[in-house]
């Protein structure tokens, strides 16, 4: 093993973005006793491990690392983790393992720390983080700036009967969840994140898709759209805001509805990630709200953060509030 030198952080090493959080940054504690949940696949696994264990050794902490596995990709690892005391848990892994995590350590007060090595990691992005730049991750990762911001949870009927998952990004019903169930894995192994984009051409010329949506207090609406889009942080891979404005602590879900009926209709939706231009209201609808419920005429997929769920019939979407605490990099609230 080679030998790694415990790096600290330096504000260089961030372009101090603007970060999507209504609240200040809090400072919380050096951590005494850090528990890693790593993902083992992947060329970087070793890295995140080695450079863990010598930012440890460097503030005095303790280090257990637990390896996710096919069976248990992250719940199991943290909640053992927190049954032995943990008062940081480091996760490494893509945002499925984050997402997978974060849902155990909701309402805990165990800040979690992020080590990006997925294939998209749009959360990590969201909030400031570099995953080419492991070591400035560490450096946050072990930090004691940190931020309380909400988690989604979905509630559906799906195959299994009622389930409920947690989400940090977004949750997608219909053609949005297609386009990710049926990004080539090969692809998406040498192009990354740009997979996805492959897969969403394919996916654009499909019909939309009859749904019943209502939010909050109204009742459901029956419409034609090609998918229906929840969620809790601006950004999207390759930088794309989905939600421009939208924020990770305010309490409230941001939801865009797709109308496209017609493939050629795309080149007005194209302008929504126009810096300053938005796409006909015709096309794509914006709203804010609590809870989020749709109905599907015929059993369609749902994903969260990149992961693939259902077939599901009924879903609603909510946020439990300030849930969970993340180290966050230097940035501009």
């Known amino acids: 093993m080679r030998h790694v030198q415990a790096a600290h952080f330096r504000a260089d090493q961030f372009s101090a973005p603007k970060l999507p959080l209504a609240a200040q940054p809090q400072e919380g504690p050096t951590p005494a006793s850090v528990h890693l949940v790593l993902n083992p696949i992947g060329n970087r696994a070793g890295l995140v491990a080695e450079l863990v264990r010598a930012r440890c050794d460097s503030v005095g902490a303790s280090l257990t690392v637990h390896e996710t596995n096919r069976d248990d990709p992250g719940p199991g690892q943290a909640r053992v983790a927190l049954a032995a005391g ?9 945002d499925g393992t984050v997402r997978a995590v974060a849902k155990e350590l909701a309402g805990s007060g165990v800040a979690i720390g992020i080590m990006p090595t997925g294939t998209a990691n749009i959360f990590a992005r969201n909030i400031g983080l570099r995953p080419r730049n492991l070591t400035a991750c560490c450096d946050v990762a072990m930090g004691t700036r940190q931020a309380r911001v909400d988690l989604g949870l979905a509630s559906f009927d799906g195959p ?46 499909r019909p939309a898709l009859p749904m019943r949506v209502g939010m ?90 990149g992961d693939v769920h259902g077939p599901i019939t009924r879903a609603t979407f909510r946020l439990r509030h300030q849930a969970l605490d993340v180290c966050i990099p230097e940035g501009r609230p």
């Open 86 to 94: 943990a008062d940081r848990l480091v996760v490494a892994g893509g």
């Open 160 to 205: 299994a009967g009622r389930e409920h998952h947690a989400f940090l990004v977004l949750a997608g019903v219909g053609r949005d969840a297609e386009t990710v169930d049926g990004t080539r894995g090969g692809l998406k192994r040498r192009a990354g994140w740009l997979a996805y984009f492959e897969s969403g051409l394919r996916h654009a010329v």
């Open 216 to 305: 909050d207090a109204t009742g459901l609406q029956s419409l034609l759209v090609w998918s229906v889009l929840v969620g809790n942080t601006p950004r999207i891979p390759g930088g794309v805001q989905v939600f421009p404005g939208a924020v990770i602590d305010d309490d409230l879900l941001d939801v865009l509805i797709c109308h496209v009926t017609r493939p050629w209709q795309w080149f007005g939706v194209a302008r929504a990630v126009i810096p300053r231009l938005d796409a006909p209201r015709r096309l794509v609808s914006r709203r804010q709200a609590r809870t989020v419920e749709v109905e599907t005429v015929e059993p369609l997929l749902l994903q969260l953060d």
